[in-house]
C-alpha cells in the first residue's frame, strides 16, 4: 500500500470555529426568548444557531479517525489498540475537567443561593455515569450539557473498533459495507438519547467519505473518488428529506460541511498559511479544553452578571464578552496544565510501547 499522509492541517480552524461557535450559543443560552438590545441583537443571531458547531466535529471526527485507522492498518495494529489509543486521549483530561467543575460548583453554591447538596451528584448513578459517560444508560443526567455528544463520540470508536475487527478477521468490504449500511440506517432513528452513537454515526461516515474521496483522488482512483462523494450527497439529501418532515435532523448540514472541506482540501496549505487567520487555529489545538469548561465558567459570569445588569441594556454584550474572556483564559490554562501534559504522556506511552 503507498502511503498517503492524511494531515488536514486546516481542520485544527474549523474545530477553533465549532468550539467558538458552540460557546457563542451557550452564552445566550437564557435569552433566546427575550428581546435584548438591537447590538447585542445581532450578535444573538450569530450564536443562536450555534449548536451546529457540534455536527462540524462530529464530521472533523469522521475524517480524523478514519485517517488515524489509515495509519493503524499500515501498522498493522488491532482494534483494541484503536480503543486504548481513543479512551486515553479522552477520558484523563475530561475526568480533570469534571472535578474542576464540580469543585467550582460547591465553592460557588453560597454565592448562587444553591444548597450544597445540589452542587454535587446526589447518588451513586449519577457519580457512575457521569465519571465514566454512560449518563443514558443509567437514566441520569448530564452533569454538565456539553457531555451528551461526548457519549456520542464514544460510541463512534465503538462501532469504529468493531468494523475493525471485522476487516481484519472477516474482509474489508464487509466492514465498509456495514459501516455505510447503518449510515443509511441511522438516518432513520428516533430521537433517544441512547441510541445517539447510532443516529449521528451518519455525520461521522460523511467525514470518513471526505477522508476515502481524497484517498482516491491520491491513488487517482476516480470511480471511487465520485463514488464517495454522491455518497455523502445522498446523505445529505435523505436528511434534508427527514429535516423536512420532522425537523428533526442536522444530516443536511454535516453533508454540506464534508462537501466544503472536501473542495478545500487543495488549498489546505495556502489558508494555513495566512497569518491573519492563526487565531482560529489556536483556539482549535484548545477546543477539547474549551468545549469542556466554556459552560460552567462562562455560565457563572453571565448568570452573575444578569442580576445587576437590565437584559435589554448594551452592557449585557461587555457581559457576554467578559463571560467569553474568562472560559477562554480559563481553558487556555487548563489546556497547557492539563490536556497538553497527558497528550505528552499518551505519546510517549506509544512510543514506549514500539
Not at 51 to 65: R, T
Not at 323 to 345: D, Q
Request: with cysteine.
Amino acid at each position: 500500500m503507498t502511503y498517503w499522509n492524511p494531515q488536514y492541517k486546516t481542520l485544527d480552524h474549523w474545530r477553533g470555529i465549532a468550539a467558538l461557535w458552540v460557546m457563542l450559543f451557550h452564552g445566550f443560552g437564557t435569552t433566546f426568548d427575550k428581546s435584548l438590545h438591537p447590538l447585542v441583537e445581532i450578535i444573538k443571531s450569530i450564536a443562536a444557531p450555534g449548536w451546529l458547531g457540534v455536527h462540524i466535529f462530529f464530521v472533523i471526527s469522521g475524517y480524523c479517525i478514519t485517517a488515524s485507522v489509515y495509519k493503524l492498518i499500515l501498522k498493522g495494529g488491532s482494534s483494541w489498540a484503536f480503543l486504548q489509543t481513543r479512551i486515553l486521549r479522552l477520558m484523563p483530561t475530561y475526568w480533570i475537567a469534571f472535578l474542576l467543575t464540580l469543585s467550582l460548583n460547591i465553592i460557588s453554591s453560597p454565592f448562587n443561593k444553591v444548597n450544597l447538596a445540589d452542587a454535587i451528584p446526589s447518588s451513586w448513578e449519577i457519580w457512575f455515569g457521569n465519571l465514566f459517560l454512560i449518563q443514558p444508560y443509567l437514566n441520569v443526567p448530564f452533569y454538565v450539557v456539553v457531555y451528551w455528544s461526548l457519549v456520542v463520540e464514544i460510541g463512534f470508536y465503538l462501532i469504529v473498533a468493531t468494523l475493525l475487527i471485522i476487516r481484519n478477521k472477516i474482509s474489508q468490504n464487509l466492514s465498509l459495507f456495514l459501516g455505510l449500511f447503518l449510515a443509511f440506517m441511522a438516518i432513520f432513528m428516533p430521537h433517544d438519547s441512547k441510541l445517539g452513537w447510532i443516529r449521528y454515526w451518519s455525520e461521522f461516515v460523511c467525514g470518513s467519505l471526505v477522508f476515502t474521496a481524497l484517498f482516491a483522488k491520491h491513488k487517482n482512483h476516480t470511480y471511487h473518488q465520485n463514488l464517495s462523494i454522491t455518497l455523502i450527497m445522498i446523505l445529505g439529501a435523505t436528511g434534508a428529506w427527514i429535516h423536512l418532515i420532522h425537523d428533526q435532523n442536522q444530516l443536511w448540514f454535516s453533508s454540506i460541511f464534508a462537501i466544503i472541506i472536501y473542495l478545500l482540501y487543495g488549498f489546505d496549505n495556502i489558508i494555513n498559511s495566512i497569518n491573519l487567520i492563526n487565531w482560529l487555529k489556536y483556539f482549535g489545538l484548545i477546543s477539547y479544553s474549551l468545549y469542556l469548561l466554556h459552560v460552567p465558567f462562562q455560565g457563572r459570569v453571565v448568570n452573575l452578571g444578569t442580576r445587576f445588569i437590565p437584559v435589554d441594556s448594551i452592557m449585557i454584550l461587555v457581559l457576554q464578552v467578559l463571560g467569553w474572556a474568562v472560559a477562554i483564559t480559563i481553558s487556555i490554562i487548563f489546556f497547557k496544565l492539563v490536556e497538553k501534559p497527558l497528550n505528552n504522556w499518551r505519546y510517549q506511552q506509544r512510543i514506549a510501547k514500539l
